[in-house]
């Protein structure tokens, strides 16, 4: 059934990963689980906070400061990774010449999306997650909201949204815009995550036309 789709629907075949961008999905992967652990830590040392027992505590700190250190050498990973790969390097330049965007971010969307440059807007909303879908069965109308997707990317979007609504003067003006109107905050935020996606997917299709005429 998946051959016959493929004979008779357009598909774009992606080309397979580089030594380098499989290395830095790696290490985005790591980044992640490392993230994870050190929030259950400081979830667990909260809750030591008032108790006596000092050794637990230690414990928990001494495990702290290895998990923060090891995600540091990851992120110092993932820049060597990006200045050893041309092609990775250029990449993340387009990304992070949005406001918001920094290493981490465009690292994040590298890995966990390889499809950017190649899809129209309303696929990539739809793949990131950030795309209204409607919920109406014949007369009656739903609420409108976003559904599956690849949360991670979404996650990653969600962090650069924040400071792309301080210091970013378009997506600024779309969120207050948006408030004004009375949306509420979240809403307001992912209609700036949609746009954010959706200018990066065309940077990124304009930078890879301008390599391959190059």
């Known amino acids: 059934m998946l051959a016959d789709y493929g004979r008779r629907m357009e598909t774009t075949v992606l080309a397979p990963s580089s030594p380098g961008q499989a290395e830095l999905a790696d290490l985005v992967s790591r980044y992640r689980q490392l993230s994870h652990m050190i929030v259950q830590e400081k979830n667990r040392q909260e809750k030591l906070a008032r108790k006596a027992d000092g050794r637990t505590r230690a414990w928990i700190e001494e495990s702290l400061h290895f998990l923060l250190e090891q995600r540091q050498s990851v992120v110092e990973a993932m820049t060597a990774c990006l200045k050893a790969d041309a092609t990775l390097k250029s990449r993340a330049d387009v990304l992070m010449s949005f406001k918001g965007i920094g290493l981490r971010t465009a690292c994040f969307l590298i890995a966990g999306l390889p499809e950017l440059g190649f899809m129209d807007e309303g696929q990539v909303a739809k793949l990131v997650g950030v795309a209204p879908i409607n919920r109406d069965s014949g007369l009656m109308r739903g609420k ?48 700036v995550m949609r746009k954010m996606i959706v200018i990066l997917n065309a940077r990124m299709r304009d930078h890879r036309a301008t390599v391959l005429d190059a």
């Open 144 to 191: 409108r909201m976003i559904a599956g997707g690849r949360r991670p990317v979404r996650d990653a979007l969600y962090v650069a949204a924040l400071p792309a609504i301080r210091f970013d003067p378009d997506m600024k003006a779309l969120f207050l815009r948006l408030k004004a109107k009375g949306k509420p905050g979240k809403v307001a935020l992912v209609a």
